[in-house]
């Protein structure tokens, strides 16, 4: 630790500080802050007693559309004739499919309940541009009896053997999605329903868009012409682009069934919603929107939040960052905790060029370089463009990120300051337990700064990271 750092921290009395609990991957950190920090959270909700019970009784009573039986009886020819295709969400959504209460062997089981036949029922991993799951991955997001007993495959945005096209979309693009699904008889999407802070709300016809599209369609989904409207943003859907162009996509491939699951602030499930496209996704997304938007009464001067499940790496955990800006008042402190346990703990090599460009040049010049005409759309530019959010709000050198597996020579490629900088010895290699060093004396360090300039600092952390959503009680609540 650098000499000048430690001296401001000693200056900073914290013994009348208490401790907090910060989810960090698998990990609680224990953290002291000070005793008036506010602790925005959730509201709390009834997770489902016996979640096995409630996917049974949502298959058998959808919304909006006759049960999967019907559905299958109504397609024209002999069940044993059909083919079938499920799209499941990759390893960064923490969907509940496997085990007692999971949601897709149920699903399967009434599908060949029905007549069709398990070797025509194909199971599609829509992971739009994320990297391919691994082995390691499809058992522990879908079980090894599922793995065992259907076609597991990952969509390719890429590969355009693989794709078909489907028309043009309301943008007017061409538009090609995965073969697979689309020549299968009868198509159900799965998902997570949750704040998205592009799309409004997860789940529904974004397991399609992104999903399961080719790269140019992903590419126009995740422009600046969509990304830049102030209605792309978290529990919106009516007049959001993103929305408006997932939901027509999805239509045009046609979904026959969807079966979606909303979570509680501690991955429980806290309802299963079966049945047709949009009215089964509204039925979630009103649970949801009522239960992740978190009133505050003002702006604080230092904020701390985490990544939660999907803060995997870097790229995701921007997530985290962007959700807690309303909770901040500009030139605030932020600080982010989060476990970037992926194989890669940044991103793909693209998202780590853009990043470093973010980094290097500021989220001004970031900005004016991906809207130049000219400019030739790269994989992963939308998710640094979300990172300059968090940059128009708060100045980058109050950013710091706290991660224990990403090695210091590569924090130059992460705008921010560098979480490593708060530990009390040189450690190269720390433990995820030294993430709470960091966090705690990063905070002591910002409470310092203030103080130096005569402000007692306000300070809140978001319990739930980012699925928690803050919105000033004098604004009109998101999506309302």
């Not at 989810?23 to 979640?51: N, T, W």
């Not at 970037?340 to 060029?353: A, F, H, K, L, V």
Request: glycine share 8%; proline share 6%; charged share 25%.
């Amino acid at each position: 630790m650098h000499p000048e750092l430690k001296d401001t921290l000693q200056q900073t009395d914290i013994a009348q500080w208490k401790e907090i609990a910060v989810e960090y991957g698998q990990e609680v950190l224990r953290v002291r802050v000070p005793a008036d920090c506010a602790i925005l959270s959730m509201k709390e909700i009834p997770f489902l007693a016996d979640p096995g019970k409630a996917v049974e009784e949502a298959l058998s009573h959808p919304i909006g559309c006759p049960p999967l039986e019907a559905i299958v009886r109504a397609k024209g020819k002999p069940a044993s004739e059909l083919t079938a295709a499920v799209t499941v969400s990759d390893i960064t959504r923490p969907v509940p499919y496997k085990g007692k209460g999971g949601i897709l062997r149920p699903l399967l089981n009434r599908l060949e309940a029905a007549g069709i036949p398990r070797n025509a029922i194909a199971i599609v991993v829509g992971n739009g541009m994320h990297r391919p799951s691994t082995a390691a991955e499809r058992v522990e997001m879908l079980g090894e009896d599922v793995i065992r007993d259907y076609r597991v495959s990952d969509h390719d945005c890429e590969h355009g053997a693989s794709l078909t096209f489907i028309g043009k979309s309301a943008s007017g693009g061409d538009v090609y999605v995965n073969s697979t699904f689309y020549r299968a008889d009868l198509r159900i999407a799965t998902g997570l329903v949750e704040a998205h802070f592009m799309a409004g709300l997860s789940g529904g016809r974004k397991s399609i868009c992104p999903g399961l599209v080719d790269k140019r369609t992903i590419e126009k989904f995740h422009s600046p012409a969509f990304l830049e409207s102030p209605l792309a943003q978290n529990l919106i859907l009516a007049g959001n682009p993103c929305h408006e162009e997932s939901l027509a996509i999805a239509r045009t491939v046609g979904v026959d069934f969807i079966v979606n699951a909303t979570l509680d602030k501690d991955l429980r499930p806290t309802g299963i919603f079966a049945g047709e496209l949009v009215a089964a996704h509204q039925a979630a997304s009103a649970l949801v929107q009522d239960y992740v938007s978190v009133p505050v009464e003002r702006e604080y001067d230092i904020v701390i939040t985490h990544g939660g499940y999907v803060g995997r790496n870097h790229y995701q955990a921007v997530k985290a960052a962007h959700n807690a800006l309303p909770a901040i008042r500009k030139g605030g402190i932020m600080i982010v905790a989060t476990d970037n346990r992926d194989e890669d703990p940044i991103g793909g090599p693209e998202y780590r060029s853009l990043l470093h460009m973010l980094a290097i040049q500021g989220h001004e010049h970031y900005m004016r370089m991906i809207e130049t005409p000219g400019w030739c759309f790269t994989k992963d530019q939308w998710e640094p463009e979300m990172w300059a959010k968090v940059f128009r709000k708060i100045d980058v050198a109050d950013f710091v990120y706290c991660t224990h597996t990403i090695p210091r020579q590569e924090y130059c490629l992460i705008p921010g300051r560098c979480g490593l900088d708060f530990l009390e010895d040189r450690r190269e290699s720390p433990s995820a337990e030294a993430v709470g060093e960091m966090v705690e004396n990063a905070l002591r360090f910002a409470v310092a700064e203030f103080r130096k300039k005569g402000v007692e600092p306000a300070v809140a952390f978001i319990r739930e990271g980012p699925y928690a959503i803050p919105y000033l009680r004098k604004a009109e609540a998101p999506g309302r």
